[in-house]
């Protein structure tokens, strides 16, 4: 049997160090090859008076927690951080979100091109072998399940991702009132006729989606572009690549305000998706490029949420509802990978929006 608490095991470690530990994480990250005296020093000039016993004891938990390694022997020994992926360096969120957008220390206020050459080990081979292990489960689930059975379920999987990625956005229709819209095609009173439909929007398109399925085996733009336009349908949004510049509330990140930029981007994204065999780190990328790139005017992360669920469904793999997710950790998840390219607290959110969805459809 295993163990699901295993998954989660590298990317918990987000919210686990103290402002110290931190610091000296991100010192060895700067500075690689640092003894403990280097590490010391710094620590002691730059923040509080800390005794050496106390440096080493963080120096031995970040490297119980596989955060840094060391080499050499004695006082010969140096310290360097552990990272195979330039997008999952260790950020500690909490600290980072006590500064408000225009005082934080952000790494990018542009989009940085440069994204495309750290796409690579998103998931480590032992967390795609787990997450194999609970995919397995699903498939086994829906194996056994009658077509009506099926249906019945991936509609309510279909309502709560409708409600809750609308909600994500602001709509304040209530899961109640979704599955009514939904299922009866009845609007809630006191409510906006732009909520209904953006919600049945997301209904639209998770059908056409699981209708297509061979489409979204190999991507390009045009698949995009689709999802976009259902989602974006009698909502009084522009069609197509954007032709103008966007802003983003919560950041002083900048997204690309050239059309042939983005459209550059969005070729790039599709041929890094294409390359990228795991479903898993597909889904992943998918959900958190789009996001970067705004290529639309709105329903950007509308369009990206949808995606992910069409390249899961497309490779077999249980999809996901975002149902439990606190929305207030998506944004900031979202905002991590805007300013520090970061990845590893939307990683975490996705995986446990994995669990979730396995513990809880298609049973």
């Not at 056409?208 to 698949?223: A, H, P, Q, T, V």
């Not at 996901?320 to 590893?344: P, T, W």
Request: hydrophobic share 40%; aromatic share 10%; proline share 1%.
């Amino acid at each position: 049997m295993i163990q699901l608490s295993k998954i989660n095991d590298t990317i918990k470690l987000m919210v686990k160090l103290n402002k110290r530990q931190s610091e000296i994480l991100e010192f060895i990250r700067k500075n690689p090859n640092s003894n403990n005296l280097t590490i010391h020093n710094y620590i002691i000039m730059n923040y509080e008076d800390t005794s050496r016993i106390t440096i080493v004891r963080d120096l031995n938990l970040l490297l119980k927690e596989k955060l840094i390694v060391k080499h050499g022997k004695g006082r010969n020994i140096v310290y360097q951080e552990v990272l195979e992926n330039k997008l999952l360096a260790f950020l500690n969120v909490e600290d980072y979100f006590k500064e408000g957008p225009d005082e934080r220390d952000v790494t990018y206020k542009n989009f940085n091109f440069d994204i495309f050459n750290n796409l690579k080990n998103i998931f480590k081979k032992k967390e795609v072998e787990e997450l194999d292990e609970l995919n397995k489960k699903y498939q086994k689930n829906i194996k056994k399940m009658s077509k009506a059975v099926l249906k019945k379920e991936f509609e309510r999987l279909t309502i709560e991702l409708s409600w809750k990625s609308s909600k994500i956005e602001g709509n304040t229709y209530s899961l109640i009132d979704t599955e009514v819209l939904i299922k009866e095609n009845q609007e809630a009173e006191g409510h906006k006729k732009e909520e209904a439909i953006m919600i049945l929007n997301h209904k639209k398109t998770l059908d056409y989606i699981s209708g297509n399925l061979e489409r979204f085996k190999k991507l390009d733009i045009r698949d995009i572009e689709d999802v976009h336009r259902l989602i974006a349908k009698d909502l009084n949004i522009a069609i197509g690549i954007r032709k103008r510049i966007v802003g983003i509330t919560g950041t002083s990140y900048k997204p690309l305000d050239n059309q042939h930029q983005i459209r550059e981007a969005l070729e790039k994204t599709v041929k890094e998706l294409n390359k990228t065999t795991n479903a898993f780190s597909k889904a992943l990328l998918v959900i958190l490029l789009l996001s970067y790139i705004q290529p639309f005017q709105d329903g950007n992360k509308r369009t990206a949420r949808l995606m992910v669920n069409a390249v899961l469904l497309a490779n077999n793999v249980c999809p996901l509802s975002f149902r439990s997710i606190n929305e207030a950790d998506y944004k900031k998840a979202v905002i991590l990978f805007y300013e520090q390219n970061n990845a590893g607290f939307f990683k975490k959110l996705f995986v446990e929006q994995f669990k979730f969805a396995v513990k809880n459809y298609f049973l």
